[in-house]
């Protein structure tokens, strides 16, 4: 089993539309969490952050934590087609410095 | 403000031949990364520094070796490269043992082997 899981997609949702983007974990002593989007050919830039259970929103995006059941997901309100992108989500563990990521879930947004 | 930044950004080299890929931010930032990215397999952890002189193994360390002597730079060398070893390879870096503190990324290396 990986440690970070994602469905890989492709995500088709049309212009307009709320993405919602998920990730499990399988560490239960993980303890910060990241989303990160990826264009084509770039690098990885930071979307989101969250520690607590609960809701985290930042304009048009929301990070959703529930730990019991070990998953992390995020939703895109209003998607556009410039959020076209693969998301990663990645996760920290205590005790450790390594960030380890999922595989990521391709999002098409459909104008 | 140049962030971390890696060199080369494309890289071709023969099989068996040593390569080193170089990474070096600006930030001071302690902890750094390298990591490789593959279809279908997303980020995978080769080696991390904590600080100068402290590395470690991550999910795929073999064929590869780093080298931390200046908390700016983090070199990563591949010693006889493989067709396998084809990849895009990304230098992160995080200033702190901080849980809230996110991994920045440099604009990564394509290195093909032939």
């Known amino acids: 089993q990986k440690e970070v899981e994602q469905n890989s997609g492709p995500l088709s949702v049309p212009e307009g539309a709320i993405a919602s983007l998920n990730c499990t974990y399988s560490d239960r002593g993980s303890q910060s969490f990241f989303w990160y989007r990826q264009y084509s050919g770039k690098s990885p830039e930071l979307i989101m952050s969250?520690?607590?259970?609960g809701d985290k929103e930042d304009g048009r995006f929301t990070a959703q934590l529930n730990k019991a059941s070990q998953y992390v997901s995020l939703l895109i309100r209003d998607s556009q087609p410039s959020d076209s992108a693969t998301y990663l989500c990645?996760?920290?563990?205590?005790?450790?410095?390594?960030?380890?990521f999922g595989t990521g879930t391709r999002l098409k947004v459909l104008a | 403000d140049a962030g971390i930044t890696q060199s080369p950004r494309y890289k071709i080299t023969e099989t068996g031949r040593q390569v080193t890929l170089m990474c070096h931010q600006t930030?001071?930032?302690?902890?750094m990364f390298w990591y490789r990215q593959d279809l279908g397999h997303g980020l995978r952890l080769i080696y991390y520094?904590?600080?100068?002189?402290?590395?470690d193994k991550g999910e795929v360390p073999d064929g590869y070796v780093v080298s931390r002597s200046k908390t700016e730079n983090f070199p990563l060398t591949l010693e006889s490269a493989t067709r396998s070893q084809t990849s895009v390879y990304f230098c992160?870096?995080?200033?702190?043992?901080?849980?809230?503190?996110?991994?920045?990324f440099g604009q990564g290396t394509r290195l093909t082997v032939v």
């Open positions: 520094s904590a600080a100068a002189d402290i590395t």
């Open positions: 990645a996760v920290t563990t205590s005790g450790t410095y390594k960030y380890i």
């Open positions: 992160a870096s995080s200033p702190d043992r901080n849980r809230y503190t996110e991994a920045f």
């Open positions: 969250i520690y607590s259970n």
């Open positions: 930030w001071s930032h302690s902890y």
